[in-house]
């Protein structure tokens, strides 16, 4: 490759194997769009030659290009953190039927998954009978635990995107967001038992409350780490699998450490 500035600047009798550059990075035909994207921003080129394995010159990826590619991955990415396959077409041009077999699928899965809940629920009817107050704060937890989760995955899912992380770094991103985890869920813990003793002056259940959401939160960051980071490892886009999935099975067993403690705590 010769640079034209270079070319138009330099003695007319210099030699063009002077001028040119051949430690040059280079792509093959076969690569996956989104990592040529990620390839030419990682070393701020203006464009990225497409070579073949004989080095001879098939074309160039240039920054319009990439562009494209990369609002094409983000739609995808959005599309699938939602729980819905992504649309080939835009939007208004999509007909209903389509749109709903994109979706069907995985709201199906969901509503399978989302027996858990009911079914954990189900298991613990004694405790829930013994004391009937447990109820009042079971949104509370699922919806701090379904938080944290989605906050720790939004944050793995970029960093994977970015290249921050690999999948094989999983044990060293599990540790940090674990540090993460119990740092938040001490916060959340204070939070939880000034709440729950204003609702129901009980020291034991609110300490059982304030014990449950400390642990939920691990739990939650940890699965929102690892979740996005088995599917990448196995070749499964993260954003499909760390949605909707994430939470549904973050409020199942949110409530079954509930319950288990409430169980130890309050001895019922």
Do not use: C
Request: glycine residues 8%; proline residues 5%; without cysteine.
């Amino acid at each position: 490759m010769v640079n034209l500035r270079q070319l138009i600047l330099a003695d007319p009798d210099t030699l063009i194997q002077d001028l040119m550059e051949t430690n040059l990075i280079t792509v093959p035909p076969g690569m996956d769009q989104e990592e040529a994207a990620q390839l030419l921003f990682h070393y701020d080129l203006l464009a990225l030659p497409v070579v073949d394995e004989e080095g001879h010159l098939l074309g160039v990826i240039t920054v319009d290009d990439v562009m494209d590619v990369l609002e094409e991955e983000a739609t995808e990415d959005i599309q699938r953190y939602g729980g819905a396959q992504p649309l080939e077409r835009p939007y208004l041009d999509t007909p209903p039927l389509v749109i709903t077999r994109k979706r069907i699928g995985w709201l199906l899965l969901l509503f399978i998954t989302a027996t858990l809940t009911g079914s954990v629920i189900r298991l613990f009817q004694h405790e829930l009978e013994a004391v009937a107050a447990l109820a009042v704060f079971m949104p509370l937890l699922i919806g701090t635990g379904g938080n944290a989760g989605s906050q720790t995955t939004a944050t793995i899912i970029r960093a994977l995107a970015t290249r921050d992380i690999e999948p094989w770094e999983a044990l060293g991103v599990w540790w940090h967001e674990a540090r993460v985890g119990i740092l938040l869920g001490l916060g959340m813990a204070v939070a939880a038992y000034i709440r729950a003793i204003t609702w129901e002056p009980n020291h034991e259940l609110a300490m059982t409350v304030a014990a449950s959401i400390m642990a939920v939160v691990l739990w939650a960051t940890s699965v929102g780490a690892l979740l996005p980071l088995i599917a990448a490892r196995v070749g499964i886009d993260p954003a499909l699998v760390s949605g909707p999935l994430m939470s549904t099975l973050v409020d199942a067993t949110g409530l079954f450490i509930y319950f288990n403690i409430a169980a130890f705590i309050l001895g019922v």
